[in-house]
């Protein structure tokens, strides 16, 4: 059975902080790592993964995906408040149907 | 560009009533992709579709039915509703068929409640 596992399902930080949060994955067909962040509504989309070793960044957030320990982190430095959020883990599957088996999520909390 | 828009955003309904979640993408989209979400569980994958006139199960689809008429709309049933089905929908679109484009594009949700 296909499996997402994040860590830590919870966190709570001061602004300016930097947090790494974690995925570990078991995928049959495996093609990518997604990561999304969830506040109050949809999940947006923050990064997919497809190479292993190869960081991906966009402003204060990274992620870099290792296929061999299959496992993947998201890294926000200098966390603000309007970081907090939950941010979703997702392996995607390949082979017709490219579908997506979340993690639980992490729930971020960054306070002032 | 709407991109994934869900009908309706909240609804309550009585155990044993059915009703029709609509999704629809203007993003010219082939795959679709029903999830539900509750507290401690994350998304589960409900049903999907990869085209016009196709569904699949997904993880979770009992209790559910899907039809994809209609390459921009893929409607959720609740023939029966029961307690267990209060939770909150998500609807997704992708073109996971082409290499680089397989990120799912989420619609705001659509919040149900079944007493």
New interface residues.
Partial sequence: EDKVVQSPLSLVVHEGDTVTLNCSYEVTNFRSLLWYKQEKKAPTFLFMLTSSGIEKKSGRLSSILDKKELFSILNITATQTGDSAVYLCAGLTQGGSEKLVFGKGTKLTVNP | NAG?TQTPKFRVLKTGQSMTLLCAQDMNHE?M?W?RQDP??????IH?S?GEGTT?K?EVPDGYNVSRLKKQNFLLGLESAAPSQTSVY?C?S?N??LAGQ????????TRLLVL
Wanted: hydrophobic share 35%.
């Fill in positions: 994934v795959y992709y999830y401690g569980m994350g998304l589960r994958l999907y990869v699949a997904g998500f997704a992708s996971g068929h397989e990120t799912q594009y989420f619609g705001p949700g």
